[in-house]
Structure formats: C-alpha cells, structure tokens
C-alpha cells in the first residue's frame, strides 16, 4: 500500500485536547450562530502552529504553479495506469480486502465528505469582486448549483443511506480535524485568506487514491459516483484545481508583503496533511476486531433479548451477553457448534440465517455495516463467483430531476439572505438548493450584486 500513498503521515502531530475536533465540527455543523469568531479562529490557529512543522512540496516562490499541478496529475495518471495494468494482470485489490472494509472507509471518512466544499463558503460574499470567482464557482459546483442531484454532500449521505453504513456514534476524534478546519476555513476566509487559498490548492489536486478508491467501490458493488465525479470535476485542466492555481495568481502581492503571504499560504496548504487522512482510514481497518467490538456494543442492548431456550456450550445467550468481553469467544463457541462455517458461502451458517433473509429472527438487530462485517468474516477465504473488477457496475444514466419550483418569497430574496441558507450548515436542505439554484443564476446572469 506504501507505493499508492501520497499524502505524508502526520497524524499524531496535532496537538489538541481529546474531543476538541468533534466538539467544533458538530457545533460549526448544528448551530454555526452560537460558535464564537474567537473559538473558531483560537482552533485555526492552533492547526496552523501544528501544520507549520511539517514540509510542504510546494514549488519555491510558487514559480509555476499551473505547471506543477499538471506535472503532479500526470504523476498520479501514471501511478494510476500502473495500477490498472497489475490489476488487468491479476493482482488482487491494493485498498479493500472486503466489502465491509469499502463501508467502514465510506463511515469514516463520513465527517469531511459531509461538509464538501465548506472552506469556500466565505466566498460567496465576494461578487462584485472578479478574483473569487474561480472559487465561488467551485462552491457551487460542490453544492451542485442546487440540483440534489449533483451536490457532493447529498451524494455522500445516499451513499451512506443506500449501504446503511453511516455513523451513529462519534467516531476517533482525529476524524473530524479536517472537516472542523474545513467548517472554519469557511467561517473565517476573509481573515484566513492566504490560508484557505493554500488549502484549497492542496484538497483540490487529484489523489491517487481517488482514483483507487472509485475503482475498487465499483468492484465491491458500491456506487463510485461521489468519487469520479471529482476525477472530472477537480481536474488540472479545466477544473477545481486550475481554479485554486488563477485564485492563488489573482491574490498573490508583487510587493514586500508576498513572503509573509507565501508563508501564510504554504501552511494552509499543510493543513491538509493534519489528522487521519484516506490511507490512514484504509489502513486502520481489521476486520475481526471491528466484529468484535460491534457485537460487544450490541451485546448491552440484546442481554435480556433472547429466551433461555438458546444454550450454547452450557450458557445461555443472555448470559453470553451480560458479561463485556465475551464476544471474541461467542463468535468461537458458535463455529464450534456449527452455527457458524466459516470460509464457504455465508449462506450456508444458520447463524447468518438468522441474521439475513426471509422471516430471519434477528432481522433488524443489525444495520447494514453490520452485517456486512459479520458475513465477510464468516466468508473468510471463500470468493464466491469471480467477478470482472472491470466490468462498469454502475452506469450513468442522466439523474437530473427538475427540482421543484422556486417559490416567490426567495426569487426575491436579497443576496445575504440567499448567502445565509448556502452554508454548510443549511445548503443541503430543500431551501438551501433552491436559494443555491437563484444565486447560482443571478451570478450567471450578471444580476447578483452585494
Ligand atoms: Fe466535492
Ligand atoms: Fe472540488
């Protein structure tokens, strides 16, 4: 996995209190008028110091920007078609070992991916001036110009709602780091200006593991569309990276303040690199030890679920249930007493029958994670059918719904009130596409004016 890395590890770098990125990421999220400017900008601040440590692979001066960014996607297209040709050669998956393992990335990575694009909200109140264009069209695009069709956060949360994966209870804080940065670069741009145009450059170039990630989600049986819509929406050419180029050119001084600038926007870039980034989620993953802290949760709640009919080894399952640390060693009982038989198809163990299919008595007891993880580790070796990784399991067809009209109170809504339910916050919600949809064509029009 080391050689498809592309993102340094500095994961244990960031020196903040347990619970801290959690705590501003869920306020930013919930209740973004009650966060303080002085909290959100103290939290920067403090990343900054943090991201300040760390090198970036900027060029000097930022000497060539846009043909560094094209260098660095043709190095990503290369490593990608090195990939293919291992995998056309029959080498196994580089990130996925297992369906359940795609659906623990898609939870984990849940926090960033649902505040998509938040960094730019600050944007969005600079019409009358040309250099932020680049970027308030990128947030557009990141809210899908108010189709749900097309907004990223949306994207992501069917994703999680189709797989029934998404998180139910706070997940590592670390995981949330950079969707809090993101909420606060969003808060703070016009302060943090240097800072968000550094990050933007850094989260708006192609990673290789994107291109990883959309194939092998394909393969798993996962819609990859969240993922290569932003192989052709980010690209160098064109896309959100050549914008994050122009924004930095329109922005950059030709005066003595351009290296204290340069400065500014070499550590926002490294925000990037702070906290668990899409390899280090991949890689945490083991899937015994996700089992079994699965069922030692569910455990509290079946305790007192079952009859005292169920016996297995002597113990009733209640009684399995009622002492914590016993999970590792029911799964083991239950193999041992034919529940369970591993490695052949999941079908064939009467426990996944009660688990999954036509009246099964657990039915329910488990989302769709769960059990994903409970017949992946009963399937063990056994690969069923071998599937074509090639084959395109997902076909676009043309999703694009005619949203619903706009009502008459928000076509004349002023622009700060349009701004106001485009945040992070709000722009997923049926108003928010719809005041995104009026912003969006009164930008094109010309006729937005602040
Ligand atoms: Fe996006
Ligand atoms: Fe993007």
Known sequence: MTSLQIHSEHSSKTPIALGANFSLYTRLIRTPGEVEEETV????????????????????????????????????????????????????????????????????????????????????????????????????????????????????????????????APLDDALYLQGAIQLALGRLSDDFLPEMLGYNLGYEQLPLHLLVTAFELNELGIDPYYFTLHVTIDNASSGHALKAVEAVLNFLPNDETKAAFLERLRAGYL???LGKNSTDVIRSFELEQELVAMLETKSAFGQHMHSDYCRLEGRTINQWLATPGQSRQLLAALENRGWIKRHQDPRDSRFWQLVEGPGAAMFGVFNGYEKQLLKDWIAGDWQGEAANPFRNRFPRRDS??????????????????????????????????????????????GSLTS
């Open 41 to 168: 900008r103290r939290y920067l601040q403090d990343q900054l110091q943090a991201a300040r440590c760390l090198t970036a692979n900027l060029p000097i001066g930022l000497a060539d920007l846009p043909g560094w960014v094209a260098h660095n996607s043709q190095a990503v297209a290369e490593r990608y078609r090195t990939y293919l040709e291992g995998r056309r050669a029959g080498e196994g998956r580089k990130f996925f070992t297992n369906k359940a393992h795609a659906l623990y990335f898609l939870q984990h990575v849940a926090p960033s991916k649902l505040v998509d694009g938040a960094w730019l909200y600050g944007t969005t109140q600079h019409v009358d001036d040309w250099r932020y264009r680049g970027l308030i069209r990128t947030y557009l695009e990141e809210l899908g110009d108010g189709e749900p069709a097309l907004n990223h956060v949306l994207l992501f949360r069917n994703l999680l709602t189709e797989h029934d994966c998404a998180p139910h």
């Open 271 to 273: 925000l990037n690199d």
């Open 400 to 445: 694009r719904v005619s949203p619903n009209p706009l009502s008459p109170a928000l076509l004349s809504a002023s622009v700060e009130e349009l701004i106001a339910l485009m945040g992070p916050d709000s722009h997923p919600t049926p108003e928010g596409l719809a005041a995104t949809r009026i912003y969006s064509q009164r930008l094109s029009q």
